[in-house]
């Protein structure tokens, strides 16, 4: 724990404070919000691991009496650096879904974003958590739940404060900090608790806590010749951000998963504290339904997972591709596009042959020019294989070489990281905001290749008139799902395992940006562009850490979110209606509450940042 972020409540200046409903969480600014003292019981309780949370680039503000302009430089320098996110006890990675209250600025008052009144709107908390857990243990976390449920008081959980959709931020709340939960513990031979001798078999796995990011897990299994499916940030494999929890129970997907499974299909057992502070060993033969829905059923809604026991492999021999083209001649954008969709409609056959990973589809302003870069990944492969896989498209772009030019190299090593960590990070908090949709693209949608050179372009922001309406958008195009583990019975949206592509873009707009500006965005994302993915595969889904936000996952159209998360999931005899069952039966008072998640619908954020029931909610609804 940080000594200078410890709870420091002495001195505050209340100001006049209103009534809450009764409806509703307790925030700073009602009368029923937790005094001094009791703060400080809970602190006592949990043996002196509440902190009061600040705004970590608070120094950077001359208003602020820690200000301290040294502080702020060294800040600056790592604002993009994800694990430094991730080592805070409340900053994210996309600063803009807590209302990016208190930027790193210059001494001329500009946010590193770029935004030239950051330093005359000031620094505040925002939507960040008024007070954070240190958690250490299960105990730990179980007290801070009870207390927060009898304070009636709003809990958001944070590991690295990666999630695209901000679920570990909210107004007024008590963050459950689970960096420091960290334990990596590799089993040659391990079997799942209370489960029968003779109905599991002994099994590689590794124990994880819930601290931990994948990079750590796969570094460490490394000296075991062992491997793990964990998570990626694309383009971020060294300083990796991507939590192991969050990431699973929404399903997880990774360099190794089309090969060994989701992250939800490799999870054997985990540990779980529930809203009234019950610590759970939860597994196929014990909470078996619980089990079930943690297995890509989506997070944050059940319990906090403080451990997880998920398989581990022997580390194969991996090849890894990596390629980039560029278009050249600005006149021939039809012939980019075209290739652009051929390339799309080699994914199955790729796929199929066991090659999997990351693409991007980038353009002006991201880019001086139209870009295509990927990094596939394959193994326990003969030498040779990939470039066999790889001909025709190198043909193609042979026959093009006047209009594209580009790079593609491939490399081998004996085993997984001895490729995988040698990447680059992804820089992250870069000011602004975004708007993301995605769609799971089966491999019927990719078949006819002028519906999808249409929703291609369509996406990419092409108008008719070859312009752009709005700055062509990044594009991610995830080719990782797993088809090999469909009979596994998990709480994963079925659409992953027809899936050949996971299609994401990403719409953004500049720090300082009024909200007309980033209203115009979001529309574009969900009524052009997602439709536009959608229409393409009307019958597939999206992933639930990555699905649609904002625009459309609102009250009264929630039902359009869950159908991308999980098909049909407002109908009665579906998954989705068992997992609302579920969280309620766990979570009857609906402590656990984020963003698009199980049961979400059943809170709302008022005008004045309170988290409370709809009009419409009963206790029976």
Known sequence: MLPNTLLRIGGVVLLPLAMAAPNCRCTPKDSCWPSEHEWQQLNITINGHLIKAKSVASVCYKSEPDYNERACSAIRSQWGNSSYHAQDPISIDYPFMADDPCPPIFPNGTSIGGSPNAGRRGCSLGRYPSFVVNATSPDMIASALRWASKKRVRVVVKNTGHSHLGRSTGFGSLSIWMNNLKNIEYHPDFRTTSCPANSTSLQRAVTIGAGEVGIDVNQALAKHGAVAVTGSNPADRILQSVGVVGWFTGGGHGPLSS??????????????????????????????ELFYALRGGGGGTYGVVTSAVMRAYPSPRTSLWTFSATLQDHRQESQWWDLVTYFHQQLNEWKREGMQGYYYLLGPPLMPTRMLGLGFYLYDKPDGTVEK?????????DFAKSTISYQSNIKSAASFMEIYQ??????????????????LLPAESLRDRESLSHMLQEVAGVSRDNTTS???????GHVIANANNAKLETGLNPAW?????????????????????????????TFRKTYAMRKLAPDSGAYFNEVIILALCVPGFL?????????NADSDVTDGHQRAKLANKYDPEGLFWCKHCVGSEKWVEDKNEALCRPAWYSASA
Not at 559 to 567: H, K, N, Q, T, V
């Open 559 to 567: 039902s359009i979110c869950l159908e991308d998360a999980w098909p």
């Open 422 to 439: 040698d990447t680059q990070n992804e820089a992250v908090a870069q000011g602004g905001g975004f708007s993301l949709g995605s769609r």
């Open 259 to 288: 090969t060994y499974g989701m992250g939800s299909d490799n999870l054997l057992e985990a540990t779980l504290v529930t809203a009234n502070g019950t610590v759970l060993t939860v597994n196929a033969c014990q909470y078996a």
């Open 389 to 397: 896989l790889i001909a025709p498209w190198i043909l193609e772009l």
């Open 497 to 525: 395992r027809k899936a050949v592509v996971h299609f994401l873009m990403v719409g953004g707009w500049e720090d300082g940006a009024s909200e007309a500006v980033a209203e115009a965005v979001r529309e574009d994302v």
């Open 470 to 476: 709005i700055p062509t958008p990044a594009i991610i």
